[in-house]
């Protein structure tokens, strides 16, 4: 088999120098009653050509977003990735490689880690950040979890235009630890609602911008507020490509920062995996979950970077780590940091207003709609519209016409009652001719 | 062009002398950060104009410089080809980290992972318009339910930690499900910190169970520490020491006989796979670290993807979302309803690393069941070889009987010599290898735990284990100064990690 | 899995000193050949068995063993990533090869070039299954008749000593098909060893042009040799000198007045692309190498592209195949029938390079006609600035006025110093520089040729003067061993050309 | 732009350093009447997205050989190229450097280039092999001017057999040169034919086998009688792969052998870039086309690689060169030797067999299709098959039903009166089920 090296001749000669009669005989530790006879019930090994027709008719049966107009956000979004990104993180040294224990020959990783905390520290606003978690949603529970350390308080108040699936990963992991999440009521514009919501035993107030209709909020006054009352803010962001463009979580006054970064340097691949982004104030850095790269010198005095204050973690701390997290997404935030290096401040400001104008066109198209009612005044890219029917029938039947509408609030959140809004979002991919044929599509399929 | 258009080939005019004061690197360069290259004012991208202002987010919009530099595309290039040069990696030399199962990474997964068929998929497109990726999640389920005997898997875990967490938590439910609120979790103290740290998160208090001498579990101590209390055992197997629990059978029905579930740390299943199914051996929940047995690579610290195996008895309580199918084709559950009714929750948004299950599955394709099983095969001879070969120089940390996939000695061989662990450990890096794993697992003193992995030849494994003799022979005649000064060949010399810790730099600072 | 699960950071215990005697390499491997890897029953493929023998072919099948290794995909990758690292390489670092223009090779052109829809084409499938292929090859043709200013352009030669035949056999049937047999080119004596090379395999007398003291075509020289008996005048603009030919309106009148063509060697069009039109200097036929000026990679020594653009005279005898349009869609000539009736023959099978038509046209449309102005002037810039910084230590060939893309060193500054230019360029690979091309043109003794390319950064340019210009204080101040046994941190040392020459090892063969 | 790293400020700056007022000074040279006063005509810079939606439509406006039943040979074949082959070729070391002049730093390229070297001499059975020319047809032009260099005879004698562009190609290089080729009437059966063409004034003659219509030649006797009459003998093979099972050239007697080494690592990529092999007996070494690399030591012992014998080349030797070639196909020689070392001897058999094994399914299967006739008997994986009606015709009929059913005779040599002749190929990504479809439609087609 291609990847295995041993010929029948290098198993002999082992199991001679080893003094084993067979291979068997090193499975002896194995219960016989445990032992498989044969191979497993699974076809047999393939040829690379055969393997690779199997996985393309698999690839054949999808619709992938850049074969026709494309309206999807909600968490995930859908920018181009320049091609050097990608040969970067198919270099042999990058992709196989192990997390950078042996730091004098993982420097090439370990520098872009450093060049990644610095730029998501830059772009949060924030003095520290770590070298990643999961994706966004598990950064988000994260949050909450070292909040409730940080204030010894027991309850997040999480906004109602908290993205659905980061509010259930949160509360999963909260929950748990006897750490209520209190979760407000799904509206537009929901983030100002959680200062009602702030008492005595309230260890953060989790807010997100642009929310999931795409609100953006100035939290700096619930920020204030939240402090106050001895609470800390988390600000989640699922669109980092909006950090070109809009205040930062920590000029607003954030504790914690969490964003999904996805959408600088990887694609959709179907939800995962992605790349969590944390930032938080200095005092917090040894409450944070997950590794930290840092600045040092060798033997000689020449700089290198390292991991450090692993006394946070599991393989040190055990029991009493912040987290159990120990591979992150590694890969990911390389990419993150190539996109990040090649787009620069001048690219990133750019492409966060290109994204923005080619929002505003598609509001423009739909507010044209007859039936159509966008609901969103402050978006950044997305925005949520209401429409005279359910929003899942709209996208199903657009579907069908080769047009992926965007996301029904209620495959998100179907508890929320809004049914009839659908969330559509429009990036540098969307095109005037895609805004143009879901404008026409839709307003047909209204008509009927 | 040409060179030597001179016509004259040439020759070295004076004998190889030692390198004179050269500035120079040769082809290994020094690298500033990009925060240093100075390009503030620079982009590596062209966008067209946007078409509309950002009038309508007045006072929403950032004011000041966010301070980052942008490089063109070429100085972005050669800053990270540079930069990567500085790695070790699986494709330059063996990497024979214990517990990390770094093989081979086959190109034609990230082939297959990059067809724009499932790279270009929003998470969230309707169902009718992603078919195809949610027959791979099901196939891919299908393997992995085949291959650990056991009848369900929740897909969305993101690594082998989370994979724990996911488990316990099904666990979790279950009990509360029956009624049943029991407090502790039962771990070895050769377990892997995840273990602990995923129990603690989970809400539980985190036992130790002893260790015989020969490495495994204290059946004993097991018995005398299970009771109504115990939510869970979890053990590693193979375990930590590279052994195969061989009273595993006992653990599971001790465990089961307390009323608590065995939760079994998949990340080692490279050892059986193929051979040996978890469900034959009474497992409850297992995770399996995609990215160790099933070649996704590490990417330098991940992404990975945990998928968690589970028993009859916690299926229902696995977490949304789950693949379904009807004559209609696949749907996904993506709440606690339905099917999915009792689910404890959710992981993480969307539905889990879909990367990784692309490449997972490409490859469990390629060896299919007769390749995996000699994975197995090849993955334990290669470290019972290096365990022979190097027994003779090196204290075994358990000489008795084979092991299984990692060779684990301790470090009674460099008593009196004055090096260390981690002195061997830096000095491997001089003979071209990256080090075995070192200080792991916490039982053995001065642990160095080697694994091979199927995919090392014979040769490549030799000239590892003729250096490792060489090194040991160095240290027994008192070389210290080639450990204690090691690395010397590296792109650094070794590195100040306390410095590092006191007063820790986590980013780039202007001056 | 964790290293230092001892918790302890660790810091280096002693101060660094020299290596001790350490047999390993760190990072860089030393690698032996395939034959010597031992993998003679290998295979790194998995194929299924055939369903039919070969008993067809009795009597004609192979007997003895071929005599090839084969090694598991592994090894195979490992094998070749290590040898990759003993190269140098543009996304390395600067790569000044004068003549050579090693800019930057976009991967957007690598991603083009693997559409299924280009890589997976066959040359003879119906045209009605490659309007695409033929359509790109039109827009190719447009793009490179439009910046050249030339009506025709003849796409199929496969590199550029390939457009030099083409354009010479252009020029042969042009001068046949009036009757008018001529014997020989006038060639410069600056000129690139495929010129002459060309000229003589095309049929004709090599006849040599001097040249000035300001490095270009001595006019009055050219106009004593031309006459009826020449072909063409073959020359170079901008020279190899790094020179725009300032005659070059009046070398191509009196070309022409004498009956002659006028062929321009394209290699450098880099330096005016966008900015000056050979067209408009009465070129009759030249070659672009997309290699250099448009970005193609040059992947160790090819493959590479060299499209011939032509004047109207000329065009009528371009070879086939020819791409032509009309309402139905494209169609291809392939043989010397209608529209291609006086096409001199073939120069290859099919249709000539089309991976390279492919990144060559992505590379164009990114630039566009603006960007591709702007490749010209930096170019030409960075060549003027490095000529500035290092003529104060360094001896310019031609001090007066501005180069073109590359700066031309003669070793006057050398003089005394017992270093020659072949030392300095071993010098610079210490640097962790390439070395500029070294000892062409032939015109200027101990020639150093420094092309930088717009696609280097002001700070790699000055990164390689400074080093340039210690290199210069060194060979002043006698530090001769500096150079003498350089490269010192090279992969290898300086090696041994005339043992190689003077009995030749071609292959490896056992024992 | 994207790709040009200089600011205005650096541009600025580095004019004042030279001294010079503006840009434009520095092309003063440049005669006033032909200075562009702007950009010429042609469209603006674009942004990578654009770009590749730009390519990406023209490539959707071709069939991709995979997309279907696919049956094109005669010179280029389809096989399945390993993704780790494309994976290497694809290492910035490899892709981004130039032709190894500095072998201290260029190893890489020249060991490759030393494993291409003997592997292809392996496989041709001949001693020498050099670095690789353009491609096939080029490889055999050179060969012939080669024979008439060695022989110092001015006739080249070109089996009927051999690929009519290779034949094009070799006449247009040898008539400038005062080399007549004589080409002899295309045949099925054709290489034994050359023979009769012999005289006094032969250099060499040229024979292919596999040939043109998938013909396999036993070339002993032919070569001994050529020897006998003091001509070389040039075996030209266009299928590589062919080498896996068939008598090697050098075995049968050859002075020299070409080939086309593209089904070897390389995509069709509609007819290039391909790699040229090339291969020799050692005492016409000094008269090869072509680089050389042969093996050396530095100056501390160590083995290393150069190129050498360059007093051969264009740029020692200028006008007296044995070829103009400089730029070759380094690229596609690594990639064909990446490949190899992945089959292996083992794997380049078993493909072999395989495509033989394909070819002789689709063969049975054309044979039973009423009205077809195959008339190749000895064939490896291509041969030709008679229609009732012009190949062309049927050819265009089937692409239309998204088949492409091969290569008419008359696409190749209309003047060889053999428009009813059909050229098919079959290799190991011939499936079954194309062959069946094929064979159905083909039956359907001829039944009109
Ligand atoms: C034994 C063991 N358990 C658990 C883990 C955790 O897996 P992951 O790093 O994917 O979270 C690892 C890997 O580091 C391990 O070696
Ligand atoms: C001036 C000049 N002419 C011609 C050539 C030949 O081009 P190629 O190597 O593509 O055949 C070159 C490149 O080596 C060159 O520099």
Redesign the interface.
Known sequence: MRYLPLTPEDRAEMLTIIGAPSIDALFADVPPEAHLGGPVDLPPHQGELEVERALGRLAARNRPAGAGPFFCGAGAYRHHVPASVDHIIQRSEFLTSYTPYQPEIAQGTLQALFEFQTQVAALTGLPVANASLYDGSTACAEAVMMAARVTKRSKAVLSGGLHPHYAEAAWTLAHTAGVATQRLPAAIDAEAAVLDAIDADTACVVVQTPNVFGTVTDVSLIAEAAHAAGALVVVVTTEAVSYGLLKSPGEMGADIAVAEGQSIGNPLTFGGPYVGLFACREALTRQMPGRLCGETVDAEGKRGFVLTLSTREQHIRREKATSNICTNSGLCALAFTVHMTLLGEAGLTQLAKLSHARARLLREALAAVPGAEVLTSRFFNEFAVRLPKPAATVVNALAADGIIAGVPVSRLDPAAGMDDLLIVCATETTSHADIAEFAEALTEELAQ | ???????R????????????D????????D?L???E??????????????????S??A???????????????????????????????????M?P????T?K?????N?????????????????V??????L??MD?LAH?LK??SGMPAVALSP?????G??CGL?TI?AALEARGDARRTVLVPVSA???N????????YQ?VEIAQTDDGRVDIADLAAKLGPGVAAVMVTNPNTCG????E??EISRLTHAAGAFFYCDGANFNA?V????PG??GVDAMHI?L?KTF?T?????????GPVVLSAALAPFA?APWVVSDGAGFHLV??NEGEAAAA?????????????Y?RA??Y????????????A??A???A??V???LSGELTPAFPD??C?HEALFDDAWLEGTGVTT?DV??AL???????M??????VVHGAM?IEPT??????EIDRFCD?VL?LAAAAKAG?V??F??????????????????RK?????TPG
């Open positions: 062009m040409t060179m030597l258009a001179v016509g080939p040439t020759q070295p005019e004076i004998e190889a002398g030692a390198a004179p050269v500035e120079g690197h040769g082809l290994v360069q690298e950060l990009i925060f290259l100075g390009g503030w004012a620079k982009t590596g991208v062209d966008l067209p104009e946007p078409e509309r202002d950002a309508d987010l006072g929403l919009t950032r004011e000041a410089p966010i301070g980052l530099p942008g490089l063109s595309e070429p100085e972005t290039l050669r800053h990270y080809v540079r930069l990567s040069q500085k790695n070790h990696a699986i494709d330059l030399a990497y980290l214990g517990s990390c770094m081979h990474n086959p190109r034609l990230e082939k297959m992972a990059r067809l724009p068929g499932f790279a270009d998929l929003h998470p969230l497109q309707p009718s318009t992603v078919q195809g990726a027959a791979l196939e393997w085949t291959l993101k690594a082998g930690a989370h724990e967490l938590l979790r892997h910190g995840t602990p740290a995923t129990a603690a998160i989970a809400g985190v052994l195969f629990e061989r595993v059978l059986i193929g051979r040996v199914r034959d051996l670290n990215h070649s690579p590490h990417g330098g610290g991940g992404p990975g993807a977490p993506e709440r404890f929750g959710r992981m993480c948004a969307f539905h889990g690393q879909m990367g990784m692309v599955l490409t469990m394709m390629s060896h299919g069941s007769d390749g995996l099983r000699q994975v095969e090849d334990v001879l290669n019972n070889y365990k022979a070969r009987g084979p299984m981690l450990a830096k890096i001089d003979e071209g290898f990256h080090p794993t070192m200080y792991f697992p916490l735990l199927e995919t090392e030849p014979k040769r250096a060489r070389d100064a080639r204690k000064g090691a690395p010397y060949k590296a792109p650094l010399r070794r590195l100040d990690e306390t410095a590092a810790a820790p730099r986590l980013r780039w």
